[in-house]
């Protein structure tokens, strides 16, 4: 019996081990695991993305102006700047149009444009605004007080500028 646990809990290590080695090897680096979220404050289907960082939401019939929160992305209008249309692609890779997305609020709703202020999550719980940011489409940016995952968001962004992804490397 002690042989045949011996040899599971080394099949479990050996599991284990592989499959950091294997998210290593597919880019994965600490600090950017999405952020654990017990729920979200809803759903919301996409109408349509905007730039990079804003995009159009519906929730309950309510079609809603969101910009993200805690990233900021270069932009795209009026102006083209380095990276905006590589941006605005990421999010519409992210959050296409039809798609239903999970959303949590911070602590201040909105901005001073009446836009919704937003953390977004996929279907498989993973923060878009993190991986906007952990791939290099966007820079962390603290806009007080909606601070939540401000740790996770500054970590993703200082590993995106030493790995040169994205703007960090373009521009």
Same mark, same amino acid.
């Given at each position: 019996?002690?042989?045949?646990?011996?040899?599971?809990?080394?099949?479990?290590?050996?599991?284990?081990?592989?499959?950091?080695?294997?998210?290593?090897?597919?880019?994965?680096?600490?600090?950017? @695991?999405?952020? &654990? *979220? $017990?729920?979200?404050?809803?759903? +919301?289907?996409?109408?349509?993305? /905007?730039?990079?960082?804003?995009? #159009?939401?519906?929730?309950?019939?309510?079609?809603?102006?969101?910009?993200?929160?805690?990233?900021?992305?270069?932009?795209?209008?009026?102006?083209?700047?380095?990276?905006?249309?590589? @941006?605005?692609? &990421? *999010? $519409?890779?992210?959050?296409?149009? +039809?798609?239903?997305?999970?959303? /949590?609020?911070?602590?201040?709703? #909105?901005?001073?444009?009446?836009?919704?202020?937003?953390?977004?999550?996929?279907?498989?719980?993973?923060?878009?605004?993190?991986?906007?940011?952990?791939?290099?489409?966007?820079?962390?940016?603290?806009?007080?007080?909606?601070?939540?995952?401000?740790?996770?968001?500054?970590?993703?962004?200082?590993?995106?500028?030493?790995? #040169?992804?994205?703007?960090?490397?373009?521009?």
């Amino acid at each position: 019996m002690r042989q045949g646990t011996r040899r599971l809990s080394a099949a479990v290590l050996i599991i284990g081990l592989v499959s950091g080695v294997d998210g290593c090897l597919q880019g994965e680096t600490e600090g950017t @695991a999405p952020p &654990a *979220l $017990a729920q979200t404050d809803g759903t +919301g289907t996409v109408v349509s993305v /905007t730039d990079g960082d804003t995009l #159009r939401l519906e929730v309950d019939g309510r079609e809603l102006r969101v910009r993200l929160i805690g990233i900021d992305t270069p932009e795209v209008y009026p102006e083209v700047e380095c990276f905006g249309p590589e @941006a605005e692609a &990421a *999010l $519409a890779d992210f959050a296409p149009p +039809g798609s239903t997305l999970g959303f /949590t609020y911070d602590r201040d709703p #909105r901005d001073r444009f009446d836009r919704e202020l937003l953390y977004l999550f996929t279907a498989d719980g993973t923060s878009i605004n993190l991986e906007l940011v952990a791939q290099g489409f966007a820079r962390a940016v603290l806009f007080e007080p909606n601070d939540r995952y401000w740790d996770e968001l500054r970590a993703a962004e200082r590993a995106a500028q030493d790995a #040169r992804l994205g703007l960090w490397g373009s521009c």
